[in-house]
């Protein structure tokens, strides 16, 4: 599914007073690009009032509750960046990754973000990201062709 992040859903130079509204800027571009119905927005809200959603090195992946699926209407990625940086409490955040998902969607999504982020040169690439298209880019898994030519990439980069 991140790879199904789109352009519409991209905001790159966001300010925002703190995390909830961090996290409302992210609810609300969720509800533009017809994701989720205003509701949802409150069930982001409530999850990170019960546990944060940040994850490491500056990006936070704000979603709902599980009450808060039914407010859910397709699932969609939403990326914003935070260029001045948003205290998320006591960590700064530059990306928050919004997710919303009907079901266990949201599982996979965790799933293949952490793969992305884990990556420290890739997560640096998206949180420095200048444009949607890079944002896109960045967010798509590595496909197989990719993965089993990466140790190549790697000597070849070395020499």
Avoid at 136 to 155: I, T
Wanted: hydrophobic content about 45%; aromatic content about 2%; proline content about 4%.
């Amino acid at each position: 599914m991140p790879s199904d992040v789109e352009p519409a859903a991209i905001r790159l130079d966001a300010r925002a007073e703190g995390r909830d509204d961090a996290v409302r800027q992210c609810g609300r571009l969720l509800v533009e690009i017809g994701a989720v119905e205003e509701e949802y927005i409150a069930g982001m809200l409530d999850r990170e009032r019960s546990i944060s959603t940040y994850l490491a090195e500056g990006v936070a992946i704000p979603h709902g509750t599980n009450a808060s699926k039914d407010s859910v209407l397709r699932d969609a990625l939403a990326v914003v960046r935070f260029p001045d940086g948003v205290d998320w409490n006591g960590d700064e955040v530059t990306l928050a990754i919004a997710i919303a998902a009907r079901g266990d969607g949201h599982i996979a999504v965790l799933t293949e973000l952490a793969q992305i982020l884990l990556d420290a040169d890739r997560a640096r690439d998206l949180r420095e990201a200048t444009t949607a298209e890079e944002i896109v880019r960045l967010l798509r898994p590595a496909g197989p062709d990719e993965a089993a030519h990466a140790p190549e990439k790697e000597e070849e980069a070395a020499q």
